[in-house]
């Protein structure tokens, strides 16, 4: 995604260059011809609508990239929370089991249900 972001910005920086190229070749050609002029104004229109879509295509992939890192971040923080430590004591289902006690038992009957 990082990539795509990169080639919109030099495709921004390609489109900016040529634009400034027309505007360059308008001032320096004092008798333009109406059709020339005309067809000038068009592929200066066209840069402009060209430089409008790789903008708004670069806003979207940047949305898209800051989607994504967030759901990784979600994604991560899921699968430790899904990660629970458990302990199984072979065939010996019922009655109390433990594994390790850092404090007292509180509550707790023995042989009576």
């Given amino acids: ?26 001032d320096d050609e004092e008798t333009a011809g109406s059709k020339v002029e005309g067809d000038k ?3 200066m229109q066209q840069l402009e609508q060209e430089r409008e879509a790789v903008n708004v295509s670069r806003r979207l992939l940047e949305e898209l990239l800051s989607k994504a890192q967030e759901d ?4 991560a923080a899921t699968k430790n929370e899904d990660s629970s430590n458990s302990a199984t004591f072979g065939d010996h289902n019922s009655g109390m089991q433990v594994h390790t006690i850092n404090g007292g038992v509180h509550g707790a009957s023995f042989g009576r249900k």
């Fill in 72 to 75: 990784a971040v979600a994604r």
């Fill in 41 to 43: 104004v068009r592929a």
């Fill in 1 to 26: 995604m990082k990539s795509a972001i990169t080639a919109t910005d030099k495709q921004l920086v390609v489109l900016e260059h040529r634009m400034d190229e027309m505007n360059l070749s308008s």
